[in-house]
C-alpha cells in the first residue's frame, strides 16, 4: 500500500517540479523591470482568486483544519524561498541553488532528530550521490566561496523542515489549503519589502531592491502564467509530501534542476555540458535508487 502511495507521491513531485522547471526560467526576464517583490505581490494577488474558483469547482477544501500548523509550515516554507532568492543578491546561482537543494539532506536529519524516523547509511549514501549530482549540475566556482556561502544552507534547512512539517504535522489539510498558505506568505511579505523600497529607495535598484512600477504586459503576462503553474504545481508537491515518504520525495525535488535546465535550453538556447549531464544522470540514478530502497524497507 505505502509503496503505491510512494509512487504517486514520485509521479506528482515530478510533475509539480516540471512545471516549476518551466515557469521558472520566466522569472529572470522580469529582473530588468520589477523587483522580486513586486512579482510575489502581485502573483499572490492573481493567485489567491484562482485558488477560490479551483476550490469551488472542485468541492476542494480551503480553510485550514489546524490554522497553528499550518502557519508553522508557511513559514518554514516561505524562509527557506527567502533567503534563497536574498542569497542570490550576494552570490551565483549555482552557490545559492546548491545550498537550496541540501533540503533533502536536512529532510533526513530533522526524521532523525524530531520524529524518531530510522534513517540508515544507505539513505544517506543516497541522497549525497544526489547532492553530487546536483554540484556537477550547477558547478559553483570554488575561488568565489566565502563565509556568506553558508547562508543557502539556511535556505535548504527552512525548506527542508517546512517539506517535512508537510509530511507529519500537515496530512489532514487539503493541499489546497497548504497553496494558499504559501502563497499567501510570499504575498504578505513580498507586500512589506515593495512598500519599503518605495518608501526608501535605493540609489541602484536591482531585482532584490526596487521599488513599485508600473509594469508592463509582458510582466502580467509571466505573472499570469506563474500563478497558474504555481498553484497546480505547489498543491502536487505538498500532496505528494502528504501520501508518501518524506526522504524519498525530497530526493524526487531534485529533478526540479533538471527541468529548469532542459527548458532553458528548449526556451532560450542556453548551453550545458557533459558534467551537467552527468549531474542529471547522477540525480535521476539517486531518485530511482532512493525509490527502490524504500520499497524494499516496507
Known amino acids: 500500500m505505502l509503496a503505491h502511495a510512494n509512487f504517486r507521491a514520485a509521479l506528482y513531485s515530478l510533475t509539480g517540479a516540471a512545471i516549476l522547471g518551466f515557469i521558472d526560467n520566466f522569472i529572470a526576464s522580469l529582473s530588468d523591470e520589477v523587483s522580486l517583490w513586486q512579482f510575489h505581490l502581485m502573483r499572490s494577488v492573481i ?6 474558483a479551483i476550490g469551488a469547482v472542485f468541492g476542494w477544501g480551503i480553510a485550514p483544519k489546524n490554522l497553528t500548523r499550518l502557519t508553522w509550515r508557511s513559514v518554514s516554507v516561505v524562509a527557506g524561498l527567502l533567503i534563497y532568492f536574498g542569497a542570490l543578491g550576494i552570490m551565483s546561482v549555482a552557490q545559492a541553488g546548491a545550498g537550496l537543494f541540501t533540503a533533502p539532506i536536512w529532510v533526513l536529519i530533522f526524521s532523525g532528530i524530531f520524529f524518531a524516523v530510522r534513517i540508515t547509511l544507505v ?12 554540484i556537477m549540475l550547477l558547478q559553483p566556482d570554488p575561488a568565489t566561496l566565502t563565509v556568506l556561502s553558508i547562508v543557502p544552507l539556511f535556505a535548504g534547512a527552512f525548506y527542508g523542515l517546512g517539506m517535512l512539517l508537510t509530511a507529519k504535522i500537515c496530512q489532514d489539510e487539503s493541499p489546497l489549503a497548504l497553496t494558499m498558505g504559501t502563497i499567501l506568505a510570499l504575498g504578505l511579505v513580498g507586500a512589506v519589502l515593495l512598500v519599503y523600497f518605495t518608501v526608501a529607495p535605493v540609489d541602484q535598484p536591482g531585482f532584490l531592491t526596487r521599488g513599485w512600477v508600473w509594469p508592463g504586459s509582458w510582466f502580467w503576462g509571466v505573472t499570469v502564467l506563474q500563478a497558474a503553474g504555481s498553484i497546480v504545481a505547489v498543491t502536487l508537491i505538498a500532496k505528494a509530501y502528504q501520501i508518501g515518504t518524506a526522504h524519498m520525495v525530497a530526493v524526487i525535488d531534485y529533478s526540479f534542476l533538471v527541468f529548469a535546465i532542459l527548458f532553458a535550453y528548449l526556451l532560450w538556447g542556453t548551453p550545458t555540458n557533459w558534467l551537467a549531464i552527468g549531474g542529471i544522470a547522477l540525480i535521476v540514478l539517486s531518485g530511482l535508487a532512493i525509490s527502490a530502497q524504500t520499497a524494499r524497507e516496507q
Open 123 to 134: 539513505h544517506y549514501a543516497i541522497i549525497l550521490a544526489g547532492f553530487a549530482g546536483v
Open 47 to 52: 493567485a489567491v482568486p484562482m485558488i477560490f
